[in-house]
Structure formats: C-alpha cells, structure tokens
C-alpha cells in the first residue's frame, strides 16, 4: 500500500491513521501522473448546471498530492488541453528547472505532450501546485491543486483537512465568465469572482464533532480574491503561514490568506453538539459565510487534546543583514496610482502610450512585460538580500519570489515580535515591508504580484541568482 497520493477529501486522515507512513523514507519516492483536461464540476449545487472546468486530472482543485518529507516527487503532467501549459511548485525550493515558468524555466507543455517534473522538496508543510502560462485564465479555469509535505513526525490531530478557498466569475447558467483579462480588473483588483468555494463547492457545510482537533490548512487558489476568516467562538492557532512553522499563536481576529497564501491553523472544536458555527469572510466591504461547521449530535470528547501543536522550526538559511545587498523596490500604477510614465521595452514611455498595449503596472518604474527582461536583481550565489517593498498604489499585491522564502522582517517600520517566512506576502495599499533573503537558489526567478490580471498587466520583474 502507497498511500503517497490522491488521498481523498473525506476520510483522508482515516486512511492516514489506519495504515501508518511504512514508506515514509521510501528513497524512491513517490510517482505521480496529472493530466490537465477539461472537465465537469458542480461548484454551485444541484439547481444549477454543472461548470465547464480545466482542472488537473479534470476536477478543482485538481487531484492533492501528498508526501511526505524527505520523499522525492516524480511528476509527470500530460497536457490534454488545446493550449499549451506547465506547472508551478508554488512555494516549493526546488532547482530552478522545475520551476514550471513556461518561457523562463522550460519550454510550455503542448497539447499532447508532457513534462516530467523532479524534485526532492526541502521543507515540509502546507503547498500548491498551479498552471503558469496564461495564468489568469488557465488558473482561473480551474488548473489548480492541493501539494501538502507531511512532517515526519507531524502533531497529533484528529482530521487533517485541507480547504482550497477560491474565486470564480460564473454567469447565471454556472458557466464561467469568459471575460478573462478584462481592462477593468487588469487595472484595478483583479479578477474577484462571484462564487467564492471551497474545495471547488459554494455554501457547502463541513461536518465536526464537539472536542475534535483539526489541522486546517488553508490555501488561496484564487486569482486574485483576498480572504480575512473569522471562526466563531473558536480562537484557532496560527501554527504555519506559507508552508513555514511560526511559533503558534492564537487569535480571535480574522485570519488573512492573501492571494497565493497558505495558512496551517489547529482548531479545537468547541461548539455544543447540533450546533452549526459559519465561518464568515470580512476582507471586502461585504461580509460573507465562506462555509459553514455542522457540529454532529455526539461530541468526540469532552475537553479539548492537551497535546503539542508546535511544528519543528523552519530550516532555512539566515539572512547575514550587517552584509546584506539592500535593494528598494516599489510598486507602482493601476487604475489611482498616480504613475505617469514609466520604461516599456527599455523605452519611457506614458501610462497611457502603455496601457494600450494592456500593461498598467510598474516596478520601479519599469514595465515587467516579457520573461527575457534585466534582472531586478542579479546578485551571487550566497548573497543576502534584504528588500524594502513598498506599495505606492491603491490596491494590495500579493508579491510572489518564485524558489526562496523571505524572512518578513518589518511592516510599517514595526519590527515583527517573532520571525515570519514567507513566500506572497500581501502588500496592502500604501504599505511597506522590509524583507531579507539568502539568494541561495542559482537561477532566474520570477518575483511578480500574483493577482493574476496585475502580473499580466506588468507587475512582474526577475531575480537572477548566479
Ligand atoms: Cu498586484
């Protein structure tokens, strides 16, 4: 028995616990086959049609991939769609190669053709897996999927569940809205849809019992939707933020996935038996119920598990700040930036000359509109790099280094109380972050806003590591 792989939604942790991790250091590794092909889903529930998706293996989120640390992944995508694809590891520190950046670090996968992916993931922890080529759409059709790296030894729960939140633009019969790269979200937010879901379902319930612990993990597969969770009377702790362990804390206040962002939360479930606790979205003007927890009649246990939540620390290299190359990066543009010119195709060149050719953002003051650009960064292997970020639009990015994490060092010029890796930090408007990182990773990486539309749209530039 392999349980690798394709653990299903329900009854995952049942099958975990029932046949333990014999295989766990299996130096084979773990082979996988994902076919990216159209499909059906019902996103919106039986008074509606199903949705026409693309998804990995035809559903959404695409088929989970689980594995555990320290086991190799062996990947072959088959493109069975009539455009061209690859996959992105998102978060995952593998040879750049890997890397999934159609046009950067390999050549697209044609219809027909496949690619095989290989890499040993260094980190453990909650991950995702997406299309990057013509992203905005292909994601935004679906082609998107769960990839969670199990510690070795992770804590004891009862359920480990994955939620992947996500956005779609539906249209009355449940089709999705064709109108992928529109000017206005281009410009301005992005594309924030209609139906917002969980594991690919609208308004669905998740059933718990009364004293159950839950490890839930959190990822933002949305183009470009940000989400602020709120759970009741629960105070959930915060146990990882993008895949990294953070010392554990807990919290009442919304919990913020910005897009591309994973949260890791323990939730100790207790409510009174029968009762029904919806988990509530704030991060617009309008709130809503992202989903709601059914309590079943028969509590699990009476008090809460006294057990250890904490996840081992991240293993990552520490940036050296006293010798770090320090660069200032600004983000600037869209629709009340107040950008007026800015460098497309090494030329300046006003905003409105730009946006006609679709292009609204800027880095710096320079468009980033091809993969074959200079570097934001060109710096040596080993070099720490510390990054002043600052968001001088009106509108949050979710800012994406593609094959490092970054140590969140400051927001605002607060220093944070304990140190925070991250891989899409969400740079809210008018915000700064200061952030450091061994550029130890050799390479060229992408470094864009993954609001799909902005990254489109030139929010992007390139890290080279040599
Ligand atoms: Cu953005």
Not at 5 to 20: C, E, K, N
Not at 206 to 229: D, M, P, W, Y
Not at 338 to 354: C, D, H, P, V
């Amino acid at each position: 028995m392999n349980r690798r792989l394709f653990l299903q939604w329900s009854g995952a942790s049942t099958l975990f616990w029932a046949f333990p991790a014999v295989d766990a250091t299996d130096p084979s590794g773990s082979n996988i086959e994902l076919t990216a092909k159209p499909g059906k889903a019902k996103i919106v529930g039986r008074d509606f049609p199903a949705t026409d998706i693309w998804g990995f293996d035809g559903q959404i989120p695409g088929t989970p991939i689980r594995i555990t640390h320290g086991q190799a992944l062996y990947a072959t995508i088959k493109n069975a769609l009539n455009v061209p694809t690859a996959v992105h590891w998102h978060g995952i520190r593998l040879p750049n190669a890997m890397d999934g950046v159609a046009g950067l670090t390999q050549p697209a996968i044609q219809p027909g053709e496949s690619f095989h992916y290989q890499f040993t993931p260094p980190d453990s922890g909650t991950y995702w897996y997406h299309s990057h080529v013509n992203a905005y759409e292909q994601v935004g059709r679906g082609l998107s999927g769960p990839l969670i790296i199990e510690e070795k030894e992770p804590p004891v729960v009862d359920r480990d569940l994955v939620w992947m939140i996500d956005d779609w633009r539906l249209l009355d019969d449940a089709s999705i809205s064709n109108d992928f790269g529109a000017g206005h979200d281009l410009s301005h937010a992005g594309r924030i849809g209609n139906v917002p879901t969980v594991n690919g379902r609208f308004r669905d319930i998740v059933k718990v019992r009364t004293g159950e612990r839950i490890r839930l993990r959190l990822i933002n597969a949305s183009n470009a939707r940000n989400f602020a969770l709120s759970f009741g009377e629960l105070a959930p702790s915060v146990i990882a933020i993008d895949g990294q362990a953070v010392k554990p804390f807990q919290t009442k206040e919304p919990i913020v996935i910005g897009v591309a962002g994973r949260v890791d939360l323990m939730l100790d479930m207790s409510g009174d038996p029968g009762s029904i606790m919806p988990v509530v979205d704030s991060f617009y003007r309008e709130t809503f119920d992202l989903t709601k927890f059914v309590y079943e009649e028969t509590p699990l246990r009476s008090s809460a598990l006294d057990s250890v939540i904490d996840l081992a620390p991240p293993e990552l290299p520490e940036p050296d700040l006293s010798n770090a190359m320090a660069h200032e990066v600004t983000i600037a543009g869209g629709a009340m930036g107040g950008l007026r010119r800015a460098q497309f195709n090494g030329k300046w060149m006003s905003l409105r000359e730009i946006a006609r050719q679709g292009y609204v953002w800027a880095i710096n003051d320079v468009v980033g509109n091809k993969l074959d650009m200079p570097p934001l960064i060109d710096t040596k292997m080993g070099q720490s790099i510390r990054l002043t970020l600052r968001n001088q639009t009106a509108f949050p990015h979710p800012m994406h280094l593609h094959g490092h994490h970054m140590k969140l060092l400051t927001i605002d010029g607060q220093p944070l109380p304990d140190p925070r890796w991250v891989d899409s930090p969400l740079l809210l408007p008018e915000q700064t972050m200061e952030l450091a990182f061994v550029a130890d990773n050799p390479g060229e990486w992408l470094f864009h806003c993954h609001a799909l539309e902005h990254h489109a749209a030139g929010l992007g530039a390139l890290v080279r590591i040599t």
